[in-house]
Nanobody
Framework: QVQLVESGGGLVQAGGSLRLSCAAS????????MGWFRQAPGKERAIVAA??????YYTASVKGRFTISRDNAKNTVYLQMNSLKPEDTAVYYC?????????????????WGQGTQVTVSS
């Protein structure tokens, strides 16, 4: 059974940093795409960043502030978030695909974590 478990969310002041972690079990994702999505109250779930072994993707609003990375030995993907803004407040979800292609389409991801709350105060 595949499980994705996020950690690292919390409350931070604007301008601060957080690092989210997503530990995968039940399957190796070193040859698959993994990503981070977020969902703010009243809004749809949207891509933040995604990557495979060759490609990384960032939504425009986080470019230069967020970095996605992975440690294949630990089967873990990270999201380093710097210069956080109040508009980054959301529940952040880790997601993984069975296949390699990086996409910003949530429906294309096969596995999801339970989400972790990130709150940025002004």
């Amino acid at each position: 059974q595949v499980q994705l478990v996020e950690s690292g969310g919390g409350l931070v002041q604007a301008g601060g940093s957080l690092r989210l972690s997503c530990a995968a079990s039940g399957r190796t994702f070193s040859n698959a795409a993994m990503g981070w999505f977020r969902q703010a109250p009243g809004k749809e779930r949207a891509i933040v960043a995604a990557m495979n072994s060759a490609t990384t993707y960032y939504t425009a609003s986080v470019k230069g502030r967020f970095t996605i990375s992975r440690d294949n030995a630990k089967n873990t993907v990270y999201l380093q978030m710097n210069s956080l803004k109040p508009e980054d407040t959301a529940v952040y979800y880790c997601a993984a695909r069975r296949s390699l292609g990086v996409t910003d389409v949530a429906a294309a991801y096969d596995y999801w974590g339970q989400g972790t709350q990130v709150t940025v105060s002004s």
